[in-house]
């Protein structure tokens, strides 16, 4: 019988990830022709869009948030944030199939979305389809290095699937990410992989 991995009270899922403002992508196969601006332009107080409008809501937890993103959507503003954001607020109010399609929805307008495929983990970890939490955790840190929470909800499966190895790196990769305490927090998570690498690794030795 397999040896139960125990970890410390620290090891709990990070949860899901809301998209706040995000910075107009740039091509990076364009050269920049024209040089930055670097004087300073007087700024007027302008009205936040139907994306930041609701993102204003849904961070007071406002219930009028779900139907101002829609309207974000419908004015074609973050589109993809949009839907990922509305797959949160699904899956709070236990709506396992419309987070899902908002989630994937969010993909489908933009493949390269770091919290969507990060979120769309954290859905199939609450599956307990870790194969497919697997696949997107990963595919979220991929988009996105520094994307702390990935890393430590890989770490999670990648533990529960036996594959410590793996779960040690991705660990690592968190560890190096976040600030101070929440480095020292791990170091007890690191130890007890590391323990259990050496116990597999062991029983392997000796079958053979």
């Known amino acids: 019988m397999g040896e139960i991995l125990k ?3 620290e090891a709990v899922k990070l949860g899901y990830k809301r998209v706040r403002r995000r910075k107009a992508a740039e091509d990076p196969g364009q050269l920049p022709l ?29 219930a009028k948030a779900a139907e101002l993103y829609f309207k974000a959507i419908e004015s074609q503003d973050c589109v993809a944030d ?37 979120n769309l983990g954290n859905l199939y970890f609450e599956l307990n389809d870790f194969r497919l939490a697997e696949i997107h955790y990963q595919m979220a840190g991929e988009v996105d290095p520094s994307f702390a929470n990935a890393y430590f909800n890989l770490a999670l499966v990648q ?36 323990a259990s690498l050496a116990t597999a690794k062991n029983s392997r030795r000796k079958s053979t």
């Open 7 to 9: 970890f410390p009270a």
């Open 34 to 62: 024209f040089p930055k601006v670097t004087a300073s332009i007087l700024s007027f107080t302008a009205s936040p869009g139907p994306f930041e409008t609701a993102l204003l809501f849904d961070e007071r937890g406002d």
């Open 82 to 118: 949009a839907y990922c954001n509305l797959g949160i607020l699904e899956s709070q109010n236990g709506n396992t199939t419309r987070a899902f399609d908002c989630f994937t929805t969010a993909l489908k307008h933009d493949p390269r979305h770091s919290e969507a495929h990060y």
């Open 159 to 194: 533990s529960i699937n036996k594959d410590f190895a793996a779960a040690i790196g991705a660990l690592t990769k968190y560890q190096a990410l976040v600030s101070g305490n929440e480095a020292r927090d791990v170091e007890e998570m690191l130890r007890t992989l590391k």
